[in-house]
């Protein structure tokens, strides 16, 4: 000891506190309602990512979309769902055939966006200035009314259902790649987890819109073993792409079953 400071520290003086163990954030994940398709994902939807459904008409889409909107409200997440193809009340008779009662939530944690609210946001946004031409399917249309949407209910990490994301850019599919990247900006401070449907040409068998499919986090692909050989309806899915995930590599059979809805066989 020189001047009354110890220069040799006891060990015990010095035993060092046990680390606190930090928690891993990992990312919370949201049902998609169908078991089978969880386990594919390993546990579901990444939150705050964006899944696109793929797939020509009447492959399942929008039926795959009431059931992951479904299980989302029950598990209190909010959602909104953006319906530009069918009237939202055919959507609940729809649901309502596979046990899918969305009626309770419309209103409190459900928000519908249809065409015509769409089509009179835009018209009121050329009223104020804010948009040259009211057009329902201006990206920024929607975008804007998301954002106002979010900020009277205050929803916070919602689930935004876009079905279809293609009619953004029917008159401009070369455009589809930079409307989603500018849809995608202008979303990011709402957190969300978002959901589009993408459809496929008939004719061509590829998607509807250049590019958009690279922005998306994930990609379901639903598609029917050809008909003309078949001879009957076989639907089949695949994950084609789903970031942060060690996904389900093989595709799956489905069927869209009388009072069940979606499901993988
Ligand atoms: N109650 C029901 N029971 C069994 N199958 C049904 C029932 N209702 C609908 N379907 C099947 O689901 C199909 C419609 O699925 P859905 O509307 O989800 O297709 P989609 O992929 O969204 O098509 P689109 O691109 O035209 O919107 C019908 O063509 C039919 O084969
Ligand atoms: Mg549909």
């Given at each position: 000891m020189v001047g009354g400071v110890p220069d040799i520290v006891e060990e015990e003086e010095v035993?060092?506190?046990?680390?606190k163990k930090v928690k891993k954030a990992t990312r919370q994940r949201l049902s998609t309602g169908i078991e089978k398709l969880d386990q594919y994902l390993e546990g579901g939807i990444p939150q705050g990512t964006w899944l696109f459904i793929a797939g020509e008409p009447g492959t399942g889409k929008t039926i795959l979309c009431l059931h992951i909107a479904y299980a989302s409200l029950k598990d209190g997440i909010d959602v909104i769902y953006v319906t530009t193809e069918q009237p939202f009340k055919d959507l609940l008779e729809q649901a309502k055939q596979f046990s899918i009662n969305l009626s309770p939530y419309v209103k409190e944690s459900l928000h519908v966006i249809d065409i015509f609210d769409l089509y009179e946001h835009a018209w009121e946004a050329k009223k104020n200035g804010k948009l040259k031409i009211a057009d329902p399917l201006d990206p920024d249309n929607l975008a804007n009314y998301l954002r106002e949407l979010c900020q009277q209910e205050g929803l916070e990490n919602p689930l935004i259902i876009i079905d279809s994301l293609s009619a953004f850019w029917?008159?401009?599919?070369?455009?589809a790649r930079r409307i989603t990247y500018r849809l995608k900006l202008r979303l990011a401070r709402l957190r969300p987890t978002v959901i589009g449907t993408l459809q496929y040409a008939?004719?061509?068998?590829?998607?509807?819109?250049?590019?958009?499919?690279?922005?998306?986090d994930g990609i379901i692909q639903l598609y029917f073993e050809p008909w003309e050989k078949a001879r009957e309806i076989q639907r089949w899915g695949i994950i084609r792409k789903m970031r942060l995930t060690n996904h389900y590599k093989k595709a799956f059979k489905y069927d869209i079953v009388k009072g069940k809805g979606f499901v993988i066989m």
């Open positions: 035993e060092k506190k046990p680390r029917v008159d401009k599919p070369a455009m008939v004719t061509t068998g590829s998607s509807f819109g250049f590019g958009a499919e690279h922005i998306a």
